[in-house]
């Protein structure tokens, strides 16, 4: 019978339906005779971790930070209503209730609490991407029966309900899971993350996004500052450190998690051949060919604190020279002048036929036997001990209530890990960037100067973990992603050794190419265009691409057109036109 059950449950969670609204084969798991022991409820709740990103979705950012030679629709600004997905898919919340429906059937209580603490990390997890995506959504508390018309037909609950509802899930979690250190599993520490990721947003959101009128933004900000300093107070991670010039790079290309720092990982095992793609990805011309935007070069400060973008003519320095005395991130994200790959001596620059930008990534690369498509092993974190470092500075920054004790519990050790100076409170708010407040055009107030400051290092930091998008919806500054991107600067057609080392790297030429060997040879309006053709400029990438951002509705995604045929009752997002009058 037993195995019977384990087949039966695998055919369960292979299931591919996104329906929510589809009746759960249940004989098929004989419920009356599961869900008995602690075993079974690991078992049932290790489904739940399909729910964690891929491996692309967590390095395959492309937002306005980084750029590739297509563009999503997001960023675009071609989104339209789709017909069905879109993310309206409710398959893994089914999973979840039925798990937490069927639970009470073990007697062993502190077992059932702790997974039971498990399912509902994960219903916030789920419920809290679904109000990021959509806004107001139905609240489904339990599994619904075909016959019951009034859930099938229910409007959307209203957005306060739902992330009311999250952190009860969240609260419950964090009060039952194991306070261990488990960088697979989900533990308290883990939930504690996710909550300051949850209530940072959702503080945010509320607090710039006035035009939706939702209150108790300090709620959601006090949360945040909460369940991060219960993090922090544990003492149970801390920020990962070896040599400036190489901590910061190891974290990523390490091929085991360094869990003094991660809090949760996606594992990748070759001898199981669990491989992700990122070396592939990052050094392959035929993958995107992504690069780092020139303003986010441009925001990495100078190795003493001092802003780069307060130098003259920073636009229009060349690759080494811009590259000098940069937070030591800077050339541990991208190629830098005398880099090698791990285990190598052999100096590389940057390669233009895998980035359009000319700042070629690096981050996540481990040795070259992982080069090949799909043979990448290095564990990816999903949640790290420095996120929930920022998640605090920040919403302790726009709760009016920072003071430089917290910035020297959070920012400072992010920069002592590559020998900076800290942030200071003082200094930042009586001399706001002006760089940065041109970016980020709603930061208002006495702390204008010190929000700007966690902002850029939240950029810095999280740079290629696929924050950014959300970063930009929560501070509605959506017209980021609408504006010209931009590459390296080249003054103009002719030969240039990028890393002074008397070698010629890179030729720009116009009309027949000059030579067949050697440097990459890259010709005018053809290989990159130059914002000035031949008198120079900074690389302009997809300037073929005319680009907007709807202030009115980009905020928020459509409901595809099939659920609300489906359900009357669901309303569509503001300024999305999907045809239908009801």
């Known amino acids: 019978m037993t195995k019977y059950i384990l087949i039966s449950i695998l055919v369960v969670f292979s ?13 098929e798991i004989a419920p009356e005779n599961f ?10 709740t290790n489904s739940f971790y399909g729910m964690i990103p891929s491996s692309s979705d967590i390095y395959g950012e492309s937002v306005d930070n980084i750029i590739t030679s297509s563009l999503s629709e997001e960023v675009r600004g071609s989104r339209i209503v789709p ?13 979840i209730n039925f798990f937490l429906e069927n639970s009470y059937k073990c007697r062993d209580d502190n077992a059932r609490k702790q997974y039971n603490g498990v399912a509902r990390f994960f219903r916030a997890w789920f419920y809290f991407q679904k109000v990021q995506r959509f806004g107001d959504v139905p609240w489904y508390s339990g599994t619904i029966p075909t016959n019951d018309e009034d859930n099938l037909q229910k409007a959307r609950d209203p957005r306060t309900l739902v992330m ?60 945040c500052i909460e369940a991060a300093d219960a993090l922090i107070n544990s003492k149970v991670y ?3 450190k070896s040599t400036p010039d190489k901590a910061y790079l190891q974290l990523f290309s390490s091929l085991n998690a360094i869990e003094s720092e991660v809090i949760l990982t996606r594992r990748f095992l070759a001898d199981q051949q669990i491989y992700h793609n990122v070396n592939f990805y990052l050094l392959s011309s035929t993958q995107g060919q992504p690069g780092v935007e020139k303003k986010t070069v441009n925001s990495y400060l100078m190795k003493d604190g001092s802003r780069f973008t307060d130098t ?21 994200t991208v190629r830098g002048p005398g880099y090698t790959r791990i285990g190598e001596t052999k100096t590389l620059v940057p390669d233009f036929a895998a980035t359009v930008t000319g700042y070629h ?7 070259p036997i992982y080069d090949s498509y799909e043979k990448s092993v290095n564990d990816l974190p999903v949640f790290r001990y420095a996120e929930v470092l920022l998640n605090f500075a920040e919403a302790k920054a726009e709760r009016g209530t920072v003071v430089q004790g917290d910035l020297d519990k959070s920012i400072k050790p992010l920069r002592e890990r590559v020998g900076m100076p800290g942030l200071e409170v003082s200094a930042a708010n009586a001399n706001p960037c002006p760089y940065m407040a041109a970016m980020y055009t709603h930061v208002t107030g006495a702390n204008k100067g010190v929000i700007l400051e966690i902002r850029r290092e939240r950029a810095v930091e999280l740079i290629m973990e696929s924050f950014r998008w959300n970063d930009l919806m929560r501070w509605k500054e959506g017209h980021l992603v609408a504006e010209q991107f931009k590459g390296m600067y080249f003054p103009g057609t002719g030969s240039y050794d990028l890393d002074h080392d008397g070698v010629t790297d890179v030729v720009i ?18 290989d990159l265009v130059l914002e000035n053709g031949e008198s120079g400029g900074l690389i302009l990438v997809n300037s073929q691409i005319t680009k907007v951002f709807d202030e009115n509705k980009d905020y928020l995604y459509p409901i595809p057109i099939e659920e609300r045929l489906l359900n009357h009752n669901l309303s569509q997002n503001p300024g999305w036109d999907d045809g239908l009058d009801f």
């Open 509 to 526: 030429y116009t009309g027949t190419k000059p030579g067949t060997k050697g440097p990459q040879y890259m010709k005018l309006n053809s």
């Open 164 to 223: 009311d509802s999250v952190l009860a899930d969240i609260d419950y979690a964090i009060a039952n899971l194991p306070a261990v250190k488990n960088s697979e599993s989900v533990t308290k520490w883990t939930a504690l993350a996710l909550k300051t990721r949850i209530c940072l947003f959702e503080g945010t959101f509320r607090k710039y996004h006035s035009e939706f009128s939702i209150p108790n933004a300090d709620r959601f900000l006090d949360e």
């Open 15 to 27: 299931w591919s339906c996104d329906d929510y609204l589809e009746r759960y084969p249940l004989a």
């Open 361 to 367: 990534l690096i981050k996540y690369v481990a040795e």
């Open 35 to 44: 869900f008995r022991t602690a075993d079974e409820l690991k078992l049932y």
């Open 312 to 332: 003259p003519d920073y636009e229009s320095k060349q690759y080494f020279e811009e590259m000098q005395n940069r937070d030591p991130r800077l050339t541990q």
């Open 83 to 95: 017909s069905s997905g879109g993310g309206w898919g409710w398959g893994d919340l089914r999973n």
């Open 238 to 240: 801390s920020i990962y």
